[in-house]
């Protein structure tokens, strides 16, 4: 049976009976990423827990190779993932296993930032039945290419034989992908939230506080969240502000009302989420420049169930209606505008925005989405960019 009957079969009966998954036509995804045990200083695990997940019930069984470096080793937040999790310290010694693996799998998959990609890219384009590269990355990515730089993860032939480019933005991305890429073939699949991990949940009174932030630090969006939380907490000297997160420098300019708490695991986030009566959400630039690129903290902060106001990028009404689901914020003002706001009101707002993530953006979807692509991939299908 061909590769995308394979698929086809079993995401249609999955959609149409809901039963478990069929043993018999069991499919294998092998992945090359950046990391999924740790989710210190970066997006990507969370993102990959949640998806594997989703991918495990419905059928798929999961092989994740990641490279054991130290500064993920000391900070690992997950006791195991929904398939089998390979850390290697180098890629000498995980090639042949990797290559193994790589000829027995339906799709392999090697990500942006993985330590190993263009070696592991070499193995996805010249060993499986179909190999995709996601782009986790996408507006890094391009930026790099406009000053003339080439991503480590990107090698001589950029992605010109990869059967699928994935990104995680939409719009414009797609098409510089191809054309300054060589992608074939280029689809979002975006951010997406696990309701079993982030759903509303006790506060706590060491997070409490009238407006949280939630994100590693990063020197692309300090100016904003300068503007947008830092400028509000001086302007509101009684109201209580704290940032949660890893990577802030000591020349952070924190204020008496600014409180901070170190990294936190994924199974803290719905408790820091919910005890703040507004979260605020911060792209960074490259991202708020290129547009549709919601990070996964937005959605992660919606399934919990807090308001969120959020700055302002291209492409956001496609993901949550401004003034119903979310909050936009040009300046300080429209802040503490939010911040105003009655708590009736912004119950209201926080409620419609989990209903809009429960019904559109879950890890659930997103693995019916990648199925739906592979299958056309496998069938040679034109992509649908959006």
């Given amino acids: ?34 990391t999924i045990s740790s989710s210190w200083g970066n997006g990507h695990a969370t993102l990959w827990r949640g998806l594997t997940s989703a991918l495990a019930r419905r059928g ?41 693996e790589a000829r027995e799998a339906d799709v392999v998959i090697v990500t942006s930032y993985c330590p ?39 090698g001589p032939r950029g992605l010109a034989d990869f059967d699928l480019v994935l990104s995680y933005t939409g719009g414009a991305a797609l098409g510089e992908l191809s054309s300054q890429l060589g992608a074939r073939r280029a689809a979002p699949l975006y951010g997406h939230v696990d309701p079993a991990v982030h759903a509303p949940a006790e506060p706590r009174a060491a ?21 947008l939380f830092i400028e509000a907490a001086r302007r509101r000297p009684h109201a209580r502000f704290i940032i949660g997160g890893a990577l802030y420098p000591k020349e952070f300019p924190w204020t008496e009302n600014v409180y901070f708490v170190r990294h936190l695991p994924p199974c803290d986030h719905p408790a820091f989420f919910s005890s703040s009566r507004l979260t605020l959400n911060v792209t960074r630039r490259a991202m708020a420049q290129m547009g549709w690129c919601p990070s996964g903290r937005l959605f992660e902060a919606a399934a919990c169930g807090v308001p969120i106001v959020s700055d302002i990028w291209p492409g956001i009404e496609d993901f949550f209606e401004p003034g119903s689901e979310i909050l936009l914020a040009r300046d300080c003002e429209d802040v503490l505008a939010a911040l105003d706001r009655s708590p009736e009101e912004l119950a209201r707002i926080a409620a419609r925005a989990r209903a809009r993530v429960l019904a559109q953006h879950t890890s659930d979807h997103r693995a019916a989405e990648l199925e739906a692509l592979l299958a056309a991939t496998a069938r040679r299908e034109p992509a649908e960019a959006s």
């Fill in 1 to 34: 049976m061909s590769l995308s009957c394979r698929i086809d079969l079993e995401f249609h009966r999955l959609s149409l009976t809901r039963k478990a998954p069929d043993p018999a036509i069991s499919m294998k995804i092998l992945i090359f990423g950046l």
């Fill in 60 to 100: 798929w069984r999961i092989v994740f190779f990641e490279r054991d470096v130290p500064y993920y080793a000391e900070t690992r937040d997950c006791d195991g993932i929904d398939g089998e999790l390979v850390l290697y310290e180098s890629w000498a010694e995980a090639q042949p296993r990797a290559r193994r």
């Fill in 116 to 154: 190993d990609a263009i070696e592991a890219a070499e193995l996805a384009t010249n060993e499986s039945q179909l190999s995709i590269f996601y782009d986790l990355d996408t507006p890094v990515t391009l930026a790099s290419l406009e000053c003339g730089e080439t991503p480590f993860y990107i």
């Fill in 207 to 227: 997070f409490a506080g009238d407006l949280s932030y939630l994100g590693t630090y990063a020197a692309d969006r300090q100016e904003t969240l300068q503007a």
